[in-house]
């Protein structure tokens, strides 16, 4: 059974920072993708940003860029968003996500419907 947990959310001040951890256990590849999703209240979930493991390759969205930084431990299969600069409107609730068998590109990898494994959810609020 794959499992995420996410974890390390909480409250920052506008230009602080936060770091994001994701835990997976049960994947059964070396080969996998995990993409970070966030969700603010009203809104739909939007792609952050995704990492795949073999070859680090990132994307991410580009309200984020430059100020997220996302990271992967192949070896202990954990994935970090290191949030620097926080601002109010990353206000949200993070998840992690995993996908073993789909390959993303800069079009693709932003789509929750194509990940198969979810977390839980850690809340980031961001006050100004």
């Known amino acids: 059974e794959v499992q995420l947990q996410a974890s390390g959310g909480g409250l920052a001040q506008a230009g602080g920072s936060l770091r994001l951890s994701c835990a997976a256990t049960?994947?059964?590849?070396?080969?996998?993708?995990v993409g970070w999703f966030r969700q603010a209240p009203g809104k739909k979930r939007e792609g952050v940003s995704s990492?795949?493991?073999?070859?680090?390759?990132?994307f991410s969205t580009d309200s984020v860029k430059g100020r997220f930084t996302t990271s992967i431990d192949n070896s202990r299969k954990m994935s970090y968003l290191l949030m620097n600069n926080l601002k109010p409107d990353d206000t949200a609730v993070y998840y992690c996500?995993?996908?073993?068998?789909?390959?993303?590109?800069?079009?693709?990898?932003?789509?929750?419907?194509?990940?198969?494994?979810w977390g839980q959810g850690t809340q980031v609020t961001v006050s100004s």
């Open positions: 049960g994947l059964r590849f070396d080969d996998f993708t």
């Open positions: 996500a995993a996908e073993e068998k789909a390959e993303f590109d800069s079009k693709t990898w932003f789509n929750p419907v194509w990940y198969d494994y």
């Open positions: 990492i795949r493991s073999s070859t680090g390759e990132v």
